[in-house]
């Protein structure tokens, strides 16, 4: 019987050292599993940021395109508006005024 009870004795401890490596053992996985969630968090946390910065950068060069665009077009409607002249502003007034005079419509 003292024989059953010590292997029943050197059973238990061998479970129990079987238990404790397999927590150790979990732990360790977890401890591991909230290490890498940190990290993909900071990693995702990192990209979200870049990927702002990206769609900003975006934004601002089609507004800067745009604003070009706008300035081209403005000049040049200054331009047109530029090359007309007093003198040609005058022969038109003068033309508009025969039209007038002779019943003829502008």
Do not use: K, P
């Amino acid at each position: 019987m003292d024989a059953d009870l010590g292997q029943l004795l050197e059973a238990e401890r061998t479970f129990s050292a079987r238990l404790d490596d397999a927590r150790q053992q979990a732990r360790t996985l977890v401890d591991t599993a909230r290490q890498e969630a940190g990290r993909l968090g900071q990693d995702s946390t990192s990209e979200l940021a870049r990927a702002r910065q990206a769609l900003e950068d975006e934004e601002q060069r089609a507004l800067a395109a745009e604003l070009a665009r706008i300035d081209a077009d403005a000049s040049a409607r200054i331009d047109r508006l530029g090359a007309v002249t007093a003198e040609r502003i005058d022969a038109l007034a003068d033309e508009v005024l025969r039209l007038l005079l002779r019943g003829d419509r502008v």
